[in-house]
Nanobody, 123 residues
Framework: QDRLVESGGGLVQTGGSLRLSCAAS????????MGWFRQAPGKEREFVAA????????HYAYFVKGRFVISKDSTKDTVFLQMDNLKPDDTAVHYC????????????????WGRGTQVTVSA
């Protein structure tokens, strides 16, 4: 059974940092692109960042550029999202997802999803 399990969420103050992890199990996702999305209460899910299977290419939403960094540890089939300088607007459930292509920004291509981890940034 394919599984993506997120961890690392929590409550931080404005300007703080968190590092999210996404551990993949079941099928091998080593040849899949991996992405992070988020959904705040009352809002639609939105793309945050993604990385190709080989780590050669990344893409970020404009609102996290310069603050978030996506990376992966292929030996452990794990993807990370380092989030620095967090803002209250970053408060959301953050989801990890896997995509069998190298097209990073089309959300419909992500076919495997985790259950999410809550990130809350206090003012």
């Amino acid at each position: 059974q394919d599984r993506l399990v997120e961890s690392g969420g929590g409550l931080v103050q404005t300007g703080g940092s968190l590092r999210l992890s996404c551990a993949a199990s079941g099928r091998t996702f080593s040849t899949w692109s991996m992405g992070w999305f988020r959904q705040a209460p009352g809002k639609e899910r939105e793309f945050v960042a993604a990385i190709t299977f080989d780590g050669a290419s990344t893409h970020y939403a404009y609102f996290v550029k310069g603050r978030f960094v996506i990376s992966k540890d292929s030996t452990k089939d794990t993807v990370f999202l380092q989030m620095d300088n967090l803002k209250p607007d970053d408060t959301a459930v953050h989801y990890c997802a896997a995509n069998p292509t190298t097209i990073l920004i089309v959300s419909s291509l992500y076919t495997s999803w985790g259950r999410g981890t809550q990130v809350t940034v206090s003012a």
